[in-house]
């Protein structure tokens, strides 16, 4: 049974670009969350994708944006920016939604906005 | 809206004594508490959740609704305890597909 992959795993970008990070989900689980943890933070959810559909979203503005693909694989993408954006982005997946389902994590993809 | 507290950042105990490690929660509906662990170059994982009523690891956390807390405690301390610690809460509801609230962590050391 294979794990979150989660890639890249580091990347650098400039103030002002746009970025996509990709995650592959937990086999057999249709249902994937995006968080944000920077440093010295907990983890703060982003938005939750069930069947390519997003059922859940936290307080990030509309250029943090997702897709589920049919394969349950999903993406995080954001647009324009900025040096707060700079965390590790984790990736969960589960067989049900939270509360009832387990979130198994990614390692993440640790964004670094210079 | 949701708020999970945990006062300390760090805490160090030494091998074999008692561990607890604090976690306090704000909301006003039925939740679900969890503990999520992390090990040294290991990913985020599930350690309890309040539901199950289980101990893992030798770990056990009640939920005190009237404390609103939900406290990971375990009797004695192993070297291999030594971890990133972060608590967590759930809405339940009849919808499911809800969202975890982390707390800011703590980091627990365990002196040999």
């Known amino acids: 049974e294979t794990g979150v992959t989660q890639s890249p795993t580091h990347l650098i970008k400039t103030r002002g670009q746009q970025v996509t990070l990709r995650c592959s989900s937990q086999s057999g689980h249709n249902t994937v969350s995006w968080y944000q943890q920077a440093l010295g933070q907990g983890p703060q959810f982003i938005f939750q994708y069930y069947r390519e559909e997003e059922n859940g979203r936290g307080n990030f503005p509309p250029r943090f944006s997702g897709l589920q693909f049919p394969n349950y694989s999903s993406e995080l993408n954001v647009n324009a920016l900025e040096l707060d954006d700079s965390a590790l982005y984790l990736c969960?997946?589960?067989?049900?939604?939270?509360?009832?389902?387990?979130?198994?994590f990614g390692e993440g993809s640790r964004l670094t906005v210079l | 809206a949701q708020r999970v507290t945990q006062p300390e950042k760090l805490l160090s105990v030494f091998k074999g004594a008692p561990v607890e490690l604090k976690c306090n929660y704000s909301?006003?509906?039925?939740?679900?508490l969890f503990w999520y662990v992390q090990y040294s170059r290991q990913r985020l994982q599930l350690l309890l959740r309040h539901i199950s009523r289980e101990s893992i690891k030798g770990f056990t956390a009640d939920l005190n609704k009237g404390e609103t807390s939900f406290h990971l405690k375990k009797p004695f301390a192993q070297e291999e305890d030594s971890a990133m610690y972060y608590c967590?809460?759930?809405?339940?509801?009849?919808?499911?597909?809800?969202?975890?609230?982390f707390g800011t962590g703590t980091r627990l050391t365990i002196i040999p």
């Open positions: 967590a809460l759930c809405p339940i509801s009849n919808f499911g597909n809800e969202k975890l609230t």
């Open positions: 969960a997946s589960s067989l049900l939604g939270p509360p009832d389902g387990e979130l198994f």
């Open positions: 909301y006003s509906g039925s939740p679900e």
